[in-house]
């Protein structure tokens, strides 16, 4: 916060990303810095709540000791497509989840607490056949 170009309110410099955040804790873990990440996933999951899950484009970058809550940026989309799917990219990357993997292993945060994962039923992506007169 002491640098001379640094605004938490500037949209690019200051603000927080949630979609680049989530790749930042990816590349982390995946290059063995598992605490790293974790607690980057953990901030960006925490902040969800305060925007009603709808995660949005930027928030402001703000540090907690002086606000205690995230802070809406003015103009941010919310919800936003790429950060709307910034809590997947954290959770897979906290639970060890892979394509076409079999172990989960979880690297949680005391802070996320609870995550279970349940298998659903197998469900063609092509449609039922139909028939027409």
Do not use: C, K
Not at 65 to 77: E, H, I, K, M, N
Not at 87 to 116: F, S
């Amino acid at each position: 916060m002491r640098e001379a170009g640094y605004n938490p309110l500037g949209y690019h410099t200051g603000t927080l990303w949630p979609h680049d955040n989530s790749l930042i804790a990816a590349g982390l873990a995946r290059y063995g810095h598992h605490e790293a990440a974790a607690t980057i996933a953990s901030a960006i999951l925490a902040a969800a709540p305060y925007f009603e899950h709808r995660l949005p484009e930027v928030f402001a970058g703000f540090p907690r000791s002086l606000t205690s809550v995230p802070v809406a940026f003015p103009t941010a989309s919310r919800p936003q497509a790429w950060a709307e799917g910034a809590p997947l990219l954290l959770l897979t990357t906290l639970l060890h989840l892979r394509p076409g993997g079999t172990d989960v292993r979880a690297d949680l945060p005391d802070a996320i607490g609870h995550v279970a994962i349940r298998r659903r039923p197998d469900h063609s992506l092509v449609p039922p056949a139909t028939t027409t007169a």
